[in-house]
Protein backbone atom coordinates (compact mmCIF):
# COMPACT_ATOMS: atom_id res chain seq x y z
CA UNK A 1 0.00 0.00 0.00
CA UNK A 2 1.31 3.85 -1.14
CA UNK A 3 1.38 6.46 1.70
CA UNK A 4 1.29 10.26 0.45
CA UNK A 5 1.59 12.91 2.97
CA UNK A 6 2.04 16.29 1.95
CA UNK A 7 3.68 19.54 3.23
CA UNK A 8 4.62 23.04 2.69
CA UNK A 9 1.42 24.11 3.53
CA UNK A 10 0.69 27.76 5.50
CA UNK A 11 -1.05 31.12 5.45
CA UNK A 12 0.62 33.59 2.78
CA UNK A 13 -0.50 36.80 1.18
CA UNK A 14 -1.87 37.59 -1.88
CA UNK A 15 0.81 37.53 -5.02
CA UNK A 16 3.29 35.28 -3.01
CA UNK A 17 4.15 31.83 -3.62
CA UNK A 18 4.77 28.58 -1.94
CA UNK A 19 5.75 25.48 -2.30
CA UNK A 20 3.93 22.06 -1.79
CA UNK A 21 5.94 18.45 -1.62
CA UNK A 22 4.63 14.98 -1.63
CA UNK A 23 6.32 12.47 -0.09
CA UNK A 24 5.39 8.84 -1.10
CA UNK A 25 6.69 5.43 0.61
CA UNK A 26 5.81 1.61 0.94
CA UNK A 27 5.87 1.83 -3.10
CA UNK A 28 7.46 3.77 -5.90
CA UNK A 29 5.76 6.05 -8.15
CA UNK A 30 7.70 5.59 -11.12
CA UNK A 31 4.94 3.73 -12.77
CA UNK A 32 2.12 6.33 -11.64
CA UNK A 33 0.65 9.42 -12.72
CA UNK A 34 0.66 11.81 -10.03
CA UNK A 35 -2.45 14.77 -9.38
CA UNK A 36 -2.96 17.38 -6.74
CA UNK A 37 -6.04 18.19 -5.78
CA UNK A 38 -8.06 20.95 -3.15
CA UNK A 39 -10.98 21.67 -1.31
CA UNK A 40 -12.31 24.59 -0.05
CA UNK A 41 -15.43 24.19 3.11
CA UNK A 42 -18.49 23.38 1.58
CA UNK A 43 -17.34 22.79 -1.69
CA UNK A 44 -16.93 19.84 -3.88
CA UNK A 45 -12.86 18.60 -4.23
CA UNK A 46 -11.41 20.02 -7.23
CA UNK A 47 -8.71 19.30 -9.89
CA UNK A 48 -5.61 21.32 -9.64
CA UNK A 49 -2.87 19.64 -11.70
CA UNK A 50 -1.17 16.10 -12.67
CA UNK A 51 2.01 14.93 -14.17
CA UNK A 52 2.65 11.78 -15.92
CA UNK A 53 4.70 8.69 -15.00
CA UNK A 54 7.77 10.37 -16.96
CA UNK A 55 7.48 14.28 -16.69
CA UNK A 56 7.22 14.55 -20.21
CA UNK A 57 3.43 15.54 -20.13
CA UNK A 58 1.31 17.82 -17.21
CA UNK A 59 -2.29 18.50 -17.00
CA UNK A 60 -3.90 21.68 -15.61
CA UNK A 61 -7.18 23.53 -14.53
CA UNK A 62 -7.72 26.63 -15.85
CA UNK A 63 -7.80 28.26 -12.61
CA UNK A 64 -4.10 27.84 -11.84
CA UNK A 65 -2.76 27.15 -15.52
CA UNK A 66 0.58 29.84 -15.69
CA UNK A 67 0.56 30.35 -12.20
CA UNK A 68 1.17 26.37 -10.94
CA UNK A 69 3.85 24.33 -11.92
CA UNK A 70 3.69 19.97 -11.03
CA UNK A 71 7.23 18.26 -10.80
CA UNK A 72 8.32 14.67 -9.97
CA UNK A 73 11.52 13.04 -8.94
CA UNK A 74 10.82 9.82 -9.09
CA UNK A 75 14.34 8.33 -7.57
CA UNK A 76 13.56 10.53 -4.33
CA UNK A 77 9.79 9.48 -4.52
CA UNK A 78 8.69 12.72 -4.43
CA UNK A 79 6.28 14.98 -6.38
CA UNK A 80 5.88 19.17 -5.87
CA UNK A 81 3.55 21.58 -6.49
CA UNK A 82 5.18 25.29 -7.06
CA UNK A 83 2.16 27.95 -6.64
CA UNK A 84 2.49 31.49 -7.54
CA UNK A 85 1.16 34.63 -7.90
CA UNK A 86 -1.27 33.22 -5.20
CA UNK A 87 -5.32 34.44 -4.86
CA UNK A 88 -7.28 34.45 -1.98
CA UNK A 89 -9.43 32.22 -4.07
CA UNK A 90 -6.82 29.53 -3.77
CA UNK A 91 -7.09 28.99 -0.38
CA UNK A 92 -8.08 25.38 0.41
CA UNK A 93 -6.67 21.70 1.65
CA UNK A 94 -4.47 20.52 -1.07
CA UNK A 95 -4.22 16.54 -1.64
CA UNK A 96 -1.65 14.45 -3.50
CA UNK A 97 -3.03 11.50 -5.47
CA UNK A 98 -1.59 8.77 -7.03
CA UNK A 99 -2.71 6.42 -9.80
CA UNK A 100 -2.41 3.24 -11.25
CA UNK A 101 -2.31 4.68 -14.50
CA UNK A 102 1.14 6.41 -16.05
CA UNK A 103 -0.80 9.10 -17.79
CA UNK A 104 -2.84 12.16 -16.24
CA UNK A 105 -6.26 12.18 -15.44
CA UNK A 106 -8.11 14.58 -14.13
CA UNK A 107 -10.95 12.44 -12.17
CA UNK A 108 -10.27 11.77 -8.82
CA UNK A 109 -11.95 8.59 -8.71
CA UNK A 110 -9.19 7.25 -11.24
CA UNK A 111 -6.66 8.01 -8.29
CA UNK A 112 -6.37 4.85 -5.70
CA UNK A 113 -4.12 6.94 -3.21
CA UNK A 114 -4.50 10.02 -1.44
CA UNK A 115 -2.72 12.09 1.43
CA UNK A 116 -4.26 13.89 4.33
CA UNK A 117 -4.04 17.25 3.15
CA UNK A 118 -2.27 20.32 4.11
CA UNK A 119 -4.01 24.06 4.80
CA UNK A 120 -3.07 26.82 2.22
CA UNK A 121 -4.42 29.96 3.32
CA UNK A 122 -4.14 33.01 1.38
CA UNK A 123 -4.56 36.85 2.59
CA UNK A 124 -5.64 39.84 0.89
Known amino acids: QMQLEESGGGLVQAGDSLRLSCAAS????????MGWFRQAPGKEREFVGA????????RYSDSVKGRFTISRDNARNTVNLQMSSLKPEDTAIYYC?????????????????WGQGTQVTVSS
Open 26 to 33: GRPISNSA
Open 97 to 113: AASFARYTTTAAAEYAY
Open 51 to 58: INWSSVAT
